[in-house]
């Protein structure tokens, strides 16, 4: 996309957000760090008075959270009884946006409002309204005008789209506890993957009624494990909402070899495959204090039992770590000491990737 487009896009928006409100003194919130470049040149446009204000958000919080948002910046205290509109570089699933709604719910602001410069519409999970949208394109990663990839090209006037030919599907697995669903979201990032977690397909449809949903929830209700044939239609459905992916990280599945053989069988069928399985590796004790603290936070009643954290660490043992000698035969197999900061593992994951 080209500057002229962007800046086109950008005093459209100022323009109709003028509309609204141009009798008033709005504060805006732009979103670091990807929309600096936006938000300087957004005022530049907007001919009224008003207010501006960043936050800043961090996509993984503690050592076993999974998908939580956390604030590094907050939002100014000075912003009762006014309009806010939060000005974001991209939206896409719309992780982050929940952070930023649940930071406004808690004040007493008159009324907030969401504009996006980029808008990623056919993966959007659609819980909250976008009042404003500069452009929408499609599910690719993008990379300039704040935008980065591996924190370059931000610089960049224009937008491209990142240009990826290879493929990368990854497994990763681990003990309760052991950080696959932190280090999923990073990875996730770093290598523009489509994160698939068995647990969130699982709950999204079941919530939503679908098929696969009604007929997972008839197996829980009667107390059953529910099929893999129903499992594997689920990731089935998530990979094919992906055509132009340039990879996937599978986490929570596959838990078993049938599943793996499974999981196999249904990627050569897209002419795809199992890249590699990484397995975060930590000792037992040490993840039993990290569950123990995770449970005081989330309320999670299997992570505040130190019995039954056990017993579910051998559950593991029986069914998953088989996967290892699996994977093993294909010479797909990584382990990664899972013990230390968050930064300093998600290195151990890279070097692994990388010298794919």
């Given amino acids: 996309m080209s500057e002229a487009d ?77 309009s806010v509109i939060i000005l974001e570089d991209i939206i896409d699933t719309g992780r982050t946006l929940q952070q930023l709604v649940h930071l406004f719910s808690n004040t007493n602001v008159k009324e907030f409002k969401i504009a996006s410069l980029f808008y990623k519409s056919e993966i959007y999970n659609g819980e909250y309204n976008i009042d404003y949208v500069g452009i929408e394109i499609p599910n690719s990663f993008i990379v300039g005008y704040g935008l980065d990839y591996m924190e370059l090209g931000r610089n960049m006037k224009e937008v491209y789209q990142l240009n990826q030919t290879t493929m990368m599907n990854l497994v990763l697995f681990g003990k309760p506890g052991a950080g696959k669903g932190t280090q999923a979201e990073i990875l996730k990032e770093t290598y523009n993957l489509v994160h698939i977690s068995t647990g969130v397909v699982f709950r999204y449809n079941i919530k939503n009624g679908t098929e696969l949903g009604k007929l997972a929830k008839s197996y829980i209700d009667n107390g059953d494990l529910v099929p893999d044939e129903v499992t594997i239609s ?40 199992v890249n590699a399985t990484i397995a975060l590796e930590a000792d037992d004790d040490v993840l039993v204090s990290r569950l123990l603290e995770r449970g005081k936070e989330s309320g999670r009643s ?49 070097a692994v990737i990388d010298a794919l």
């Fill in 6 to 82: 962007i800046q086109a896009a950008v005093k459209q928006m100022a323009k109709e957000i003028a509309n609204d409100y141009k009798d008033e003194v709005p504060v805006f919130v732009g979103v670091l760090n990807g929309s600096f470049m936006f938000v300087s040149d957004f005022l530049k446009e907007y001919q009224y008075p008003c207010e501006v204000t960043f936050v800043k958000l961090s996509s993984y919080q503690g050592l076993t959270s999974t998908g939580i948002v956390e604030t590094l910046l907050d939002v100014s205290e000075n912003i009762e009884g006014r």
């Fill in 302 to 350: 299997d992570d505040q039992d130190e019995d039954k954290i056990r017993n579910r660490f051998e559950e593991y043992n029986q069914k998953t770590a088989p996967l290892r000698d699996y994977y093993a035969a294909q010479e797909k197999f990584h382990a990664v000491n899972g013990i230390g900061d968050i930064e300093e593992i998600t290195k151990r994951l890279s």
């Fill in 234 to 273: 689920m990731l089935k459905d998530e990979v094919e909402k992906n055509p132009d992916a340039a990879g996937f990280i599978f986490d929570g599945f596959p838990r078993t070899t049938a599943q793996a053989e499974a999981l196999d069988n249904f990627l050569e069928s897209k002419d795809m495959q």
